[in-house]
């Protein structure tokens, strides 16, 4: 089981994101951005983070920066599907991020990443 926070300012997809990962049979929290997500990683510890980029407040690669910094053998999945002509392998370069993921993705595609970023 693994301990794992999403940062995702909209609520829907955060909700179905944490119930996808409650349902796989792991411990999931949700933060609303950048600044909240920051603050639940230093309070508690968390094996993969999930984080959307384009966010009110403090963007993800801003976000993403700060957690690996601080959190070095944290893994941080960057997600991004706001419009931006970003593949996976380029959020993945330009973040620092260990993975990224394109919304919208399947269920399969979420389970696939999240169990390579573990190993």
Known sequence: MAHILV??????????LLTAF???????????????GVE???AERFDVVFCDLIMPRKDGAETIRELKTAHRDL??????????????LDMRDKTGADAAITKPFSLDELRTCLTQVLG
């Open 22 to 36: 409650q349902a796989m049979g792991h411990d999931a929290r949700g933060a609303l951005d950048g600044i909240e």
């Open 75 to 88: 893994k941080v999945v960057a997600m991004s599907g706001g419009g931006q002509d970003l593949d996976a």
């Open 40 to 42: 639940k990683c230093a």
């Open 7 to 16: 940062i995702e300012d909209n609520d829907q997809v955060r909700f179905s």
